[in-house]
């Protein structure tokens, strides 16, 4: 689901008015993975952006294909997840099966026969190999099935990595691999700054070893070193096993991965496979069993097979990115969780970080160990963090985003922080990049980063007025009302700007912490709710989509439209749910649902836009579930739930969403109802008290309990008149 372009129905009913200006296609793997690890693993054609598949790379509209059919040319490492243009792909360390001379070596040949599950990746080459892989948290273990061949030979290319689109090729700067005996290798390579050190080894029975180098064998030779690589001198090198084969005869190659040298790469691989031994099967059943872990923390009963296909499979996607693994930073020497692929805070804070603090807590809380560590020692909380050395940090796309799971986990009281600590690396990030210019004229261009950096501050607040420090609270409360500076009094609507793929429709809709505020700066809940209208499609005709390679004016003409973007782009992820505080949850329940119905089908074609780590796929989840997150203020909003039953496990409680009054609603064409879906929250309770208010504190839901949901076909009156928590309100007090 997701490694194609965009195939989905065309939508009927408030979701064909949406436009969808980002590209069209999720960007997603089916390789090996394991929950939140370090190593993945899988086909490898060049495409944009994962390594694997047809795509070329676009920014807008149906992808071009660089490709006419599924191919590889060997299976690599460290693949994305779901992202767009980060311009650092990975892909490291290519292993390549061949029946052909080691000329051929980059050669691709056509894919047939996938198989894809958690942990484990399969396919078949059109030189009749059969390749299977699974990955563990730290290692990766390939099983190749050869036809009978005099001449058969497993390759690896350590000097391979990112893409083969323009500027995508990653060159080693430093490298050195040698020899350490029969079936056993290390090397190191230095990509994009950082040192990649890998241990391998092989059951090649009979089978020669040799390294090689610009496809040529160095016979008798046991270590080469590069001292400087440039792209000009660069000449493929590595080390291969080769022999006759069997008919069926298999290979199994195990490869251990470090970011602090051989040594550490060796013991990784040992502690995940025995020595000498075959492990394919065993780290195939480990990886299976922590996946089973996960998926068993979130239960759903009932719901359609598709729809239950596609919410599994969203799951799965929430729970591959960051990395995150212990000891393993290659820039602080000391012992602790070290996470990357951080890509980006843009596209997870919002959902997937709420879901990682409730199904995976341990891994949340060294993701904020590690963050508040590469502020410390690089000096700023970055937007996106990866497996590289520089200062990319994607600032343009937005600022200070880590202080909101920063202050949902003080909230939940659960994460062994030292929040001294942390609360002076959250109040000093605040100064940096433009939060320096916030500082001084509390309004900053993009205008957007005027809104991060207020929320950042009111979140700060929250935390520094927790742990006592009422000066620093009072003075960031005050910035953080600064809000309100990106706003148009005359329009309700952000000001005029520059904004980082998106409009000020879209990102005027944001839910920031004094809804109430916002709100009345409309014009009140009417004029507030006729904005959010129309920028929904209401009473709209349906649009066409961007096709391929749309041109500027098609693109104008449907910008100018000034519409909702569906779950094509992040920006729009938390919108439909700030009708909410204008007392119209009906509303947010019509457009929840059509975008469930219309926005996600179960093929490779199921994802409406770029699945971005995580973060769109989190977003299925718990729309799913009858719940959003609002990052930063201990909340969670509720809607009616696509299942009539859902458990989340968090810790040792158990929190549960029933229904009555459900009726399963297919997904897609089929979703078509000839009677009116039941949408609408009627009543609710939570244990058994009547709940009047449309949201929930997270600590409710961490805590354990059973909020159960009447629904019916029609709006009602529940959630109109007592609004979610806004600062500006004596509201702002849980009511329930």
Same mark, same amino acid.
């Given at each position: 689901m997701g490694t194609a372009a965009t195939d989905l129905p065309r939508a009927r009913g408030l979701a064909a008015t949406w436009w969808w200006p980002k590209p069209q296609v999720g960007n997603t793997h089916p390789g090996a993975t394991s929950p939140l690890g370090m190593v993945s693993a899988c086909a490898y054609s060049g495409a944009y952006p994962t390594g694997y598949g047809r795509y070329a790379k676009n920014t807008e509209g149906v992808p071009e294909e660089m490709f006419d059919r599924l191919q590889a040319s060997g299976f690599t490492h460290f693949q994305q997840s779901g992202t767009g243009a980060i311009r650092k792909y990975y892909n490291y360390v290519r292993v390549t099966p061949m029946v052909q001379p080691l000329d051929d070596l980059g050669a691709s040949w056509a894919l047939t026969d996938e198989r894809a599950e958690a942990g484990y990746y399969a396919a078949t080459l059109d030189t009749g190999v059969r390749c299977e892989i699974t990955v563990g948290a730290k290692v990766a273990v390939h099983r190749y099935t050869f036809?009978?061949?005099?001449?058969?030979?497993?390759?690896?290319?350590?000097?391979?990595?990112?893409?083969?689109?323009?500027?995508?090729?990653?060159?080693?700067?430093?490298?050195?691999?040698?020899?350490?005996?029969?079936?056993?290798?290390?090397?190191?390579?230095?990509?994009?700054?950082?040192?990649?050190?890998?241990?391998?080894?092989?059951d090649a029975p009979g089978w020669r070893q040799m390294l090689w180098y610009d496809r040529r064998l160095i016979p008798g030779g046991t270590r080469l070193d590069f001292d400087s690589i440039r792209h000009t001198t660069l000449r493929p090198f590595g080390l291969l096993l080769m022999g006759s084969a069997r008919a069926g005869q298999t290979i199994e190659v195990r490869l251990g991965f470090s970011l602090r040298g051989a040594e550490q790469a060796k013991r990784n691989?040992?502690?995940?496979?025995?020595?000498d031994q075959p492990a394919f099967e065993r780290v195939r059943a480990n990886t299976r069993a922590r996946w089973r872990e996960?998926?068993?923390?979130?239960?759903?009963d009932g719901g359609t097979p598709a729809r239950r296909k596609v919410f599994a499979t969203a799951l799965y996607h929430s729970l591959i990115k960051p990395c995150v693994t212990d000891d393993e930073s290659p820039f602080w020497p000391d012992s602790g969780p070290y996470a990357f692929d951080v890509c980006t805070m843009w596209d997870i804070y919002k959902t997937q970080l709420p879901l990682l603090a409730a199904i995976a807590p341990d891994r949340f809380q060294d993701l904020l160990e590690s963050l508040i560590?590469?502020?410390?020692?690089?000096?700023?909380?970055?937007?996106? !963090?990866?497996?590289?050395?520089?200062?990319?940090? +994607?600032?343009?796309?937005?600022?200070?985003? %880590?202080?909101? #799971? &920063? /202050?949902d986990a003080h909230a939940l009281g659960r994460a062994p922080i030292d929040w001294n600590w942390a609360l002076v690396h959250m109040a000093g990030d605040l100064r940096r990049m433009y939060g320096e210019d916030f500082f001084e004229h509390g309004l900053v261009h993009p205008v957007t980063h005027t809104l991060d950096l207020a929320y950042a501050h009111h979140c700060t607040a929250q935390v520094a007025r927790a742990i006592g420090d009422g000066r620093l609270a009072d003075d960031l409360e005050r910035r953080g009302r600064w809000w309100i500076n990106a706003f148009d009094p005359a329009t309700g609507l952000l000001r005029d700007s520059e904004f !980082?793929?998106?409009?000020?429709?879209?990102?005027? +809709?944001?839910?920031?912490?004094?809804?109430? %505020?916002?709100? #009345? &700066? /409309?014009?009140?809940?009417?004029?507030?709710?006729?904005?959010?209208?129309?920028?929904?499609g209401y009473g709209a005709e349906p649009v066409v989509q961007p096709g391929r390679c749309p041109d500027p004016v098609e693109m104008a003409t449907g910008y100018a439209l000034n519409r909702f973007?569906?779950?094509?782009?992040?920006?729009?992820?938390?919108?439909?749910?700030?009708?909410?505080?204008?007392?119209?949850?009906?509303?947010?329940?019509?457009?929840?649902?059509?975008?469930?119905?219309?926005?996600?089908?179960?093929?490779p074609g199921g994802l409406a836009g770029n699945d971005d780590s995580g973060g769109l796929s989190s977003w299925y989840v718990w729309a799913s579930l009858g719940l959003f997150p609002v990052a930063g203020q201990n909340l969670f909003l509720i809607n009616a739930p696509a299942f009539e039953r859902a458990a989340i496990n968090v810790g040792d409680a158990e929190f549960v969403i029933e229904t009555?009054?459900?009726?399963e609603t297919p997904i897609g064409v089929d979703g078509i109802d000839r009677e009116p879906p039941p949408l609408y929250v009627q009543s609710a309770t939570l244990d058994g008290r009547p709940l009047l208010t449309t949201h929930l504190r997270a600590t409710d839901l961490h805590r354990g309990g059973r909020l159960h949901l009447r629904l019916g076909p029609e709006p009602s009156a529940w959630g109109r008149q007592t609004r979610p928590p806004s600062l500006s309100l004596d509201t702002a007090k849980d009511t329930r």
């Open positions: 036809p009978e061949h005099r001449s058969a030979r497993v390759v690896i290319d350590l000097s391979c990595g990112g893409l083969a689109i323009d500027l995508g090729r990653t060159v080693p700067l430093r490298a050195q691999i040698e020899s350490t005996g029969a079936g056993t290798a290390q090397g190191t390579v230095v990509m994009e700054g950082v040192p990649l050190s890998v241990r391998m080894e092989a691989l040992e502690g995940e496979c025995q020595p996960h998926f068993d923390k979130v239960q759903v560590r590469v502020c410390e020692e690089e000096g700023n909380f970055p937007i996106g !963090y990866r497996m590289a050395r520089g200062a990319d940090r +994607f600032f343009r796309q937005a600022s200070a985003l %880590a202080h909101t #799971a &920063l /202050a !980082y793929e998106g409009g000020k429709w879209n990102y005027s +809709f944001r839910l920031v912490h004094d809804m109430a %505020a916002r709100i #009345a &700066l /409309a014009g009140g809940d009417d004029a507030f709710v006729g904005m959010l209208d129309r920028f929904f973007e569906g779950l094509n782009n992040e920006p729009d992820m938390e919108a439909p749910w700030a009708y909410h505080w204008a007392g119209r949850p009906d509303r947010t329940a019509e457009v929840v649902h059509s975008a469930l119905t219309w926005q996600f089908g179960t093929g009555s009054g459900h009726r």
